[in-house]
């Protein structure tokens, strides 16, 4: 059974990211602090870390590899791989400028199929 023990606070931030920054560990906080928190908008090659939602730790960080059925395939290695369910997940996305410049093509092409 997983219990999110923000949610509700979380419903009613103005700013999710930071209210959850406050919650967070420190050696959590420090790793995903200039990391955007994304809920709806995931794209193939995006890198991301992923917090438990209920523990608070990082279990999860890789590149999307695809995305289907409400499942996430996680690259985390060149030999393993995972999926995840991002229900039980706070996403945080990497945003370096070649990566956001691959962002931007992604959700170029959606808009246009």
Request: glycine letters at 4%; a positive charge; hydrophobic letters at 35%.
């Amino acid at each position: 059974m997983n219990i999110e023990p923000l949610k509700s606070i979380l419903e009613w931030s103005p700013d999710k990211k930071d209210t959850l920054l406050y919650y967070l560990p420190y050696e959590v906080k420090k790793k995903v602090f200039r990391l955007d928190l994304e809920e709806k908008s995931l794209y193939v090659q995006d890198r991301i870390q992923c917090v438990r939602r209920d523990t608070f730790e990082i279990e999860h960080g890789g590149t999307i590899l695809f995305i289907e059925n409400g499942k996430i395939g996680l690259k985390i290695t060149s030999m393993k791989t995972v999926t995840i369910n991002p229900n039980e997940y706070y996403i945080f996305v990497r945003n370096k400028k070649s990566i956001s410049k691959k962002r931007e093509f992604m959700k170029q092409l959606l808009e246009q199929i």
